[in-house]
């Protein structure tokens, strides 16, 4: 019999970015990471008004797909699962794109739901902090949508996908060059509560959650940026990212270039552009959820998709 663990590589197109995880999976354990390949496609800068990706963009995303194929026979992947999230999800021209990647490099892109990608995430986190974290909330702010999810077990209660993404309220609330005046932020926050307020009644109606959790590249830069340890310390380490720290840097943000932006601690360039909006959506989440903090999950969509990929029923954590 083979032993060996089932080598998985899972593609992830994204607003931003194409991104290919490898890893070997074996039940029982956490999966392993192998390689991360990732390439900036920028699907949702390039998407018109009438919903349509740009030609070079979807140019952009060939050549990544192209090159995580390549990447996935090179380290001897068993299996690659590639999908798309709300970029090209929502697009007027979804068929198209696919239809021409397909063409090009043999690969049939699959798309998750919201709340798929809601659930897949509260799974990953749920197995990375355990049963002992109780009744959790999950947030992850995306691109082009944002999620929550709640519940007590291994699969969510809850599960939402809002049309808050950073990338999606930036292009649509906010002006394309900073300063970003108060009223102009006060209108997005108040948009971003009023949101929340009426989709997440069910949550708020919820026992309150012992743990409070957030994903994504987002949370974790707003909360690098707030004083969290970088990278580096690694993944065992707490991060967290507290209500009063963001609100404290809210006005800055919104003042800033995003060239001053990326240079802040733990903004990256290619998210200066989006992190005001992602700051809002955040403050928002806690303010309406009653949260006074948000712990930093360092596992998020990509393995969800591994575990679920895997079926492993029992959590495991650091």
């Given at each position: 019999?083979?032993?060996?663990?089932?080598?998985?590589?899972?593609?992830?197109?994204?607003?931003?970015?194409?991104?290919?995880?490898?890893?070997?999976?074996?039940?029982?354990?956490?999966?392993?990471?192998?390689?991360?390949?990732k390439r900036p496609v920028r699907l949702a800068e390039a998407?018109?008004?009438?919903?349509?990706?740009?030609?070079?963009?979807?140019?952009?995303?060939?050549?990544?797909?192209?090159e995580a194929v390549a990447a996935?026979?090179?380290?001897?992947?068993?299996?690659?699962?590639?999908?798309?999230?709300?970029?090209?999800?929502?697009?007027?021209?979804?068929?198209?794109?696919?239809?021409?990647?397909?063409?090009?490099?043999?690969?049939?892109?699959?798309?998750?739901?919201?709340?798929?990608?809601?659930?897949?995430?509260?799974?990953?986190?749920?197995?990375?902090?355990?049963?002992?974290?109780?009744?959790?909330?999950?947030?992850?702010?995306?691109?082009?949508?944002?999620?929550?999810?709640?519940?007590?077990?291994?699969?969510?209660?809850?599960?939402?996908?809002?049309?808050?993404?950073?990338?999606?309220?930036?292009?649509?609330?906010?002006?394309?060059?900073?300063?970003?005046?108060?009223?102009?932020?006060?209108?997005?926050?108040?948009?971003?509560?009023?949101?929340?307020?009426?989709?997440?009644?069910?949550?708020?109606?919820?026992?309150?959650?012992?743990?409070?959790?957030?994903?994504?590249?987002?949370?974790?830069?707003?909360?690098?940026?707030?004083?969290?340890?970088?990278?580096?310390?690694?993944?065992?380490?707490?991060?967290?990212?507290?209500?009063?720290?963001?609100?404290?840097?809210?006005?800055?943000?919104?003042?800033?270039?995003?060239?001053?932006?990326?240079?802040?601690?733990?903004?990256?360039?290619?998210?200066?552009?989006?992190?005001?909006?992602?700051?809002?959506?955040?403050?928002?989440?806690?303010?309406?959820?009653?949260?006074?903090?948000?712990?930093?999950?360092?596992?998020?969509?990509?393995?969800?998709?591994?575990?679920?990929?895997?079926?492993?029923?029992?959590?495991?954590?650091?």
């Amino acid at each position: 019999m083979d032993d060996a663990p089932l080598r998985l590589g899972v593609l992830d197109i994204g607003s931003n970015s194409a991104h290919l995880r490898v890893a070997d999976l074996d039940p029982g354990l956490p999966p392993l990471p192998v390689r991360s390949v990732k390439r900036p496609v920028r699907l949702a800068e390039a998407t018109d008004r009438h919903g349509v990706i740009g030609r070079p963009a979807v140019g952009r995303l060939i050549a990544a797909v192209r090159e995580a194929v390549a990447a996935a026979a090179a380290l001897g992947v068993a299996e690659l699962v590639p999908y798309a999230t709300s970029a090209l999800r929502d697009a007027a021209n979804r068929a198209d794109v696919t239809a021409e990647v397909r063409a090009a490099t043999g690969v049939e892109l699959g798309f998750l739901t919201g709340e798929r990608e809601a659930r897949l995430t509260f799974l990953a986190a749920r197995a990375w902090y355990g049963w002992s974290a109780g009744p959790m909330l999950l947030a992850d702010i995306g691109g082009g949508s944002m999620e929550l999810a709640y519940g007590a077990g291994r699969e969510p209660e809850i599960a939402l996908s809002l049309p808050l993404g950073a990338g999606r309220l930036t292009r649509h609330h906010l002006p394309p060059r900073p300063p970003v005046r108060g009223r102009v932020r006060r209108a997005l926050s108040a948009h971003v509560r009023s949101v929340l307020t009426e989709a997440a009644v069910g949550i708020a109606e919820r026992p309150a959650p012992v743990r409070a959790v957030a994903t994504s590249k987002t949370f974790t830069q707003l909360a690098r940026l707030c004083g969290a340890p970088k990278a580096k310390a690694g993944p065992f380490r707490e991060r967290r990212l507290d209500r009063r720290d963001l609100h404290r840097w809210i006005p800055r943000l919104a003042k800033l270039p995003d060239e001053e932006r990326a240079r802040l601690r733990g903004v990256k360039a290619s998210r200066a552009h989006q992190i005001l909006a992602g700051a809002i959506v955040a403050e928002g989440v806690m303010d309406v959820l009653g949260l006074e903090s948000l712990d930093i999950c360092p596992w998020a969509l990509r393995e969800g998709v591994l575990l679920d990929r895997l079926g492993s029923a029992a959590p495991f954590g650091p």
